[in-house]
Every structure is written in C-alpha cells, then in structure tokens.
C-alpha cells in the first residue's frame, strides 16, 4: 500500500470517527431528554403502582400517562446506543492514528494535529473506561461533544502533513513522556467535563431548584467524588510525565529543565493540581473551591497545548504536549 493511500485511508478514518461521534452526540441528546422523565412522572403521584419489569402504570394511578415507562425505556435504548456507537467510533479512531503514524514510518507524535488526534482518542479512552465502572450515560453528551470539538479543530485548525521528526523528538523517551501526557490530558479533560456539571448541579441544590435539566444530573456529591477520583488517578501520571519530560530533555539539550516556556507551563499545570488535590484533603476547601481550582488547572493544561504551541516560541514549539 503506498504512501498516499496510507493517507487517505488515515483521514478517511478520522471523518468516519467524526460521522460516528455525531449519531453518539444526537443519541445521548436523546438519553439525556428522557433521563428522569419516569421520576418527574411518579413525583405527581405519590403511590404508583407498577407491573411488570419494564414498569408501566398500573390503572390505579389515572394521573400517570401510560407512555412514561416507554419514554425511559426509549430513553434508555438510546443511551445504549450512543455508547455502543462511542466504542465503535473510538476504534475507528485508533485505525485512523496507527494508519498515520504507518505512513510516517514513526510514532503519530509529531505535531499538533497528531497529538490532537490522539487526545480526542485519550478522552474517550477515559470516558469508556470509566464507563466500565458504572452507568456514566449522563456524562456522553458534553464528552463526545468536546472530543467533536477537538478533532474539528485538529482537520480544520491543525492539519499538517506528516514530516520527519526534527532530531530531538527521535528518542523512545517521545513513547513515554507524550504517552502518559495523553492520559492525563484526556482524564483531565473528563473531570473538568464532571467539574463543570457539579457546579451547575450544586448551584441548584444551594437555591433548591433543582428541576429542568438540571435534575437529569446525578447529585452534586456524586459528581464532585467522580470527578476527584479520576484527578486523584491522573495527577501521579502527569508528575510522572514531567519528570519523563525533565529526562527526555537532559538527553536531547544537555540538561533537565531549562525553564522553557512548555517545561514552565507544564509545571504551573502540575502545581494547580497538587493544590487541588491538597483542597480536597482540607476540609474547609472541599466543593465549590476545590472545582474552581481543578478549573483553573484545566485552564492552565490548554495554555500549555494551545498557547505556547501557537504563540510562543520554544524549544517544544513543534511538539504537542
């Protein structure tokens, strides 16, 4: 297979994750629409009776219309499918970055459209991972919208052909170092998609309106613990990224740090996650305090993707993370 068509096929497979990720975003529409509609249903009827396992509304309760338990259910199938299509699309994905990474006879690392790639693959990664631990449908929405974004930004923004990798990037320390960085970015992604739901959630809760979409979410406890476990995960991973980062450095410019604006951010990120996860560990900085601060390290996480990458000049300005 040439060259050109090792191409092609990679792009092809990347606008087929896109198509795929699409029909998962308008089936999670759909599941998150009809989230709770069964509950909101029973609210007004304090004594429902139900029959059989699917549920419907026995006549003893004329209040409740006989199409709620086929509106969960739906909702539900829906839910299902939006997940089944996120595996799908996540494999597809994976083809479409061994298939580039094949064509350039290297790791699919080197640059920012290829490690745009592979982050969108990251979040996924995460978010189907966790899904294997407990019923995260609620959570598909906002996530294959996001990793929608990122790949729509790396075809459209980011596009580059594939080229050689400059000298300091031929190391298997480009294996480790950008390999941890992936995880983290993707976790990191995920909790500040949980992040952001919480505080909306618990906005609620404090003003006791929790009704609307809001309600669909699970409660603000649940949200804030998902999201500080999946933190509590990526930040050993991501002080283990730049202490490869510090090393990979030493073997391609002769020393460990240098201060180099990448190495300053990566740091920067590494510090507002330690005091996140030291909030946490302090009573009086648990909630809302804590998510702002997860907040900010995010914020800090994409300065050093986005803005040192784009605007800045640096030793790492070819690079993705």
């Given at each position: 297979?040439s060259?050109?068509?090792?191409a092609?096929?990679?792009?092809?497979?990347?606008?087929?994750?896109?198509?795929?990720l699409?029909?998962a975003?308008?089936?999670?529409?759909?599941?998150?629409?009809?989230?709770?509609?069964?509950?909101?249903?029973t609210?007004?009827?304090?004594?429902?009776?139900?029959?059989?396992?699917?549920?419907?509304?026995?006549?003893?309760?004329?209040e409740?219309?006989?199409?709620?338990?086929?509106?969960?259910?739906?909702?539900?199938?829906?839910?299902?499918?939006g997940?089944?299509?996120?595996?799908?699309?996540?494999g597809?994905l994976?083809?479409?970055?061994v298939l580039?990474?094949?064509?350039?006879?290297?790791?699919?690392?080197?640059?920012?459209?290829?490690?745009?790639?592979?982050?969108s693959?990251g979040?996924?990664?995460?978010?189907l991972i966790?899904?294997?631990?407990?019923?995260?449908?609620w959570?598909?929405l906002?996530v294959?919208?996001i990793?929608?974004?990122?790949?729509?930004?790396?075809?459209?923004v980011?596009?580059?052909?594939?080229?050689q990798?400059?000298?300091?990037?031929?190391?298997?320390?480009l294996?480790?170092h950008?390999?941890?960085?992936?995880?983290c970015?993707?976790?990191f992604?995920?909790?500040?998609?949980?992040?952001?739901?919480?505080?909306?959630r618990?906005r609620?809760?404090?003003?006791d309106v929790?009704?609307?979409?809001?309600?669909?979410l699970?409660?603000a406890?649940r949200?804030?613990?998902l999201?500080?476990?999946?933190?509590?995960?990526?930040?050993?991973?991501w002080?283990?990224?730049?202490?490869?980062?510090?090393?990979w450095?030493?073997?391609?410019?002769?020393?460990?740090?240098?201060?180099?604006?990448?190495e300053?951010?990566?740091?920067?990120?590494w510090?507002?996650y330690?005091?996140?996860?030291?909030?946490?560990?302090?009573?009086?900085?648990r909630?809302?305090?804590?998510?702002?601060?997860s907040i900010?390290?995010?914020?800090?996480?994409?300065?050093?993707y986005?803005?040192v990458?784009?605007?800045?000049?640096?030793?790492?300005?070819y690079?993705?993370?």
């Open positions: 297979m060259a050109t068509t090792l092609q096929w990679s792009n092809m497979a990347v606008y087929a994750a896109m198509f795929i699409i029909m975003l308008v089936a999670f529409a759909v599941s998150f629409a009809a989230r709770g509609r069964r509950a909101g249903v609210a007004t009827s304090p004594q429902p009776v139900s029959v059989g396992a699917a549920g419907p509304m026995a006549k003893d309760n004329p409740a219309p006989a199409s709620a338990a086929v509106i969960d259910e739906s909702g539900r199938r829906a839910g299902n499918i997940m089944s299509l996120t595996w799908l699309a996540t597809v994976l083809v479409g970055v580039r990474g094949i064509w350039a006879e290297r790791v699919p690392w080197g640059n920012m459209y290829e490690f745009s790639l592979t982050m693959l979040i996924l990664a995460v978010f966790v899904s294997l631990q407990r019923d995260v449908r959570l598909g906002p294959v919208g990793t929608l974004l990122s790949l729509g930004l790396a075809v459209t980011l596009y580059t052909e594939a080229a990798l400059v000298p300091a990037l031929k190391s298997w320390w294996v480790i950008v390999s941890a960085a992936v995880i970015a993707g976790a992604t995920v909790s500040t998609m949980i992040t952001l739901l919480y505080l909306w618990d609620a809760e404090r003003r929790v009704r609307g979409m809001v309600a669909k699970p409660d406890q949200l804030d613990t999201a500080y476990r999946i933190i509590a995960f990526a930040f050993p991973l002080t283990f990224a730049v202490i490869s980062g510090a090393i450095a030493e073997n391609a410019w002769g020393r460990y740090w240098g201060w180099d604006p990448k300053t951010w990566a740091f920067i990120t510090v507002v330690a005091g996140y996860l030291h909030a946490r560990a302090t009573a009086g900085w909630g809302r305090r804590a998510a702002y601060i900010l390290g995010y914020v800090s996480l994409m300065i050093n986005f803005g990458n784009l605007f800045v000049n640096s030793l790492h300005s690079s993705g993370m």
